[in-house]
T-cell receptor, first 110, second 114 residues
């Protein structure tokens, strides 16, 4: 079983749509949680950290449920520029090692 | 501020040859990491340097891979001899010493072993 599981997609949505991605992790020692964005043939870039209280950054909302070991990302009012692969990433306590999911591909169409 | 840089951007070598990848971290970042993504799989951690010391090399696949960070600045990752399954994208990342969770990635080196 993968340590971080994501639906690979692709999710094809029209501009303006709301889309949600989910992720589960298996290691209960996971300490920190992130969503990264990766454009085609580019490096992963940190989109946002995820906190138990939930956090919002503009059109993006991330949520963490430690009891269920579940992380989500909600994108409202999708833009064409949101098209990318979204990577769910966790960090295990006492290490710097980041553990990546395989990513969920989002394609926003006009 | 310049980002993480990696060289080369692409490398095509034959099985059995040697390749050396280079990473220059963001200036002032003591933490340096190597990751790789092989076709169809997730990005996986290889190792972590703190300055010139290897802090965690639990992800190194085998002894054909050798990473160095002499002087605690840039790092090299040598694959010798390369095998077909080593093909993939090798990413380097760096972070401040006390902010290991905030890693900045380089553009990667795409390695193809034929």
């Amino acid at each position: 079983r993968k340590e971080v599981e994501q639906d690979p997609g692709p999710f094809n949505v029209p501009e303006g749509a709301t889309v949600a991605f989910n992720c589960t992790y298996s290691n209960s020692a996971s300490q920190s949680f992130f969503w990264y964005r990766q454009d085609c043939r580019k490096e992963p870039k940190l989109l946002m950290s995820v906190y138990s209280s939930g956090n919002e950054d503009g059109r993006f909302t991330a949520q963490l449920n430690r009891a269920s070991q579940y992380i989500s990302l909600l994108i409202r009012d999708s833009k064409l520029s949101d098209s990318a692969t979204y990577l769910c990433v966790v960090n295990i306590w006492s290490t710097d090692k980041l553990i990546f999911g395989t990513g969920t591909r989002l394609q926003v169409f006009p | 501020e310049a980002g993480v840089t990696q060289f080369p951007s692409h490398s095509v070598i034959e099985k059995g040859q040697t390749v050396t990848l280079r990473c220059d971290p963001i200036s002032g970042h003591d933490n340096l990491y190597w990751y790789r993504r092989v076709m169809g799989k997730e990005i996986k951690f290889l190792l972590h340097f703190v300055k010139e010391s290897k802090q965690d090399e639990s992800g190194m696949p085998n002894n054909r891979f050798l990473a160095e960070r002499t002087g605690g600045t840039y790092s090299t990752l040598k694959v010798q001899p390369a095998e077909l399954e080593d093909s993939g994208v090798y990413f380097c990342a760096s972070s401040h010493l006390d902010r290991g969770y905030e890693q900045y990635f380089g553009p990667g080196t795409r390695l193809t072993v034929t």
